[in-house]
């Protein structure tokens, strides 16, 4: 996701190896508390996910999808992604057209990104305007099911500091 203006080492904090393993397992064990599956495509677009620690694109996730042999099927990743967003997972950067594992446990968060436009990091938070805008759609007559926030700028490390 680094955009090409970035000149420096990128800072990506993904997991991997048995932080990887145990994001995987608590994923698996959430899925069946709530009886439903984690199939083995779910967990690979999943695995992918937490293994990038910023924003992917779809077509990157077909095209990483298989170890060893040809790319998935878009469907296949596209369902996957639709089920990792409905169980709180991932989420769905709209400015960026990605995708992002979510690592917070709490169902039904509100999300807010803070975007790095220099080398792609995103950081996720839970913010604290929240309420004020779940307030505001009910006083509107909305049934809000979902709250996100994207901010766009340079991050600590691209900005120089």
């Given at each position: 996701m680094a955009h090409t203006a970035c000149d420096?080492?990128?800072h990506h904090h993904g997991v991997?190896?048995?932080?990887?393993?145990?994001e995987l397992t608590a994923a698996?064990?959430?899925?069946?508390?709530?009886?439903?599956?984690l199939t083995?495509?779910?967990?690979r677009v999943l695995e992918l996910l937490l293994e990038a620690g910023q924003p992917v694109k779809a077509y990157d996730l077909i095209s990483t999808f298989a170890v060893d042999g040809p790319p998935a099927k878009p469907p296949t990743v596209y369902r996957a992604l639709e089920f990792l967003e409905k169980q709180?997972?991932?989420?769905?950067?709209?400015?960026?057209?990605?995708?992002?594992?979510?690592?917070?446990?709490?169902d039904g968060h509100a999300a807010a990104f803070l975007i790095c436009d220099c080398c792609g990091a995103t950081r996720e938070f839970e913010p604290e305007a929240t309420a004020d805008i779940i307030a505001a759609g009910q006083a509107a007559g909305y049934a809000l099911t979902g709250v996100t926030i994207e901010a766009h700028g340079k991050c600590a490390d691209c900005k120089g500091e």
């Open positions: 420096h080492d990128h991997a190896g048995d932080a990887l393993a145990a698996e064990a959430r899925c069946a508390a709530a009886e439903q599956r083995a495509p779910r967990r709180g997972f991932a989420h769905r950067i709209e400015s960026l057209n990605a995708y992002v594992a979510c690592r917070r446990e709490a």
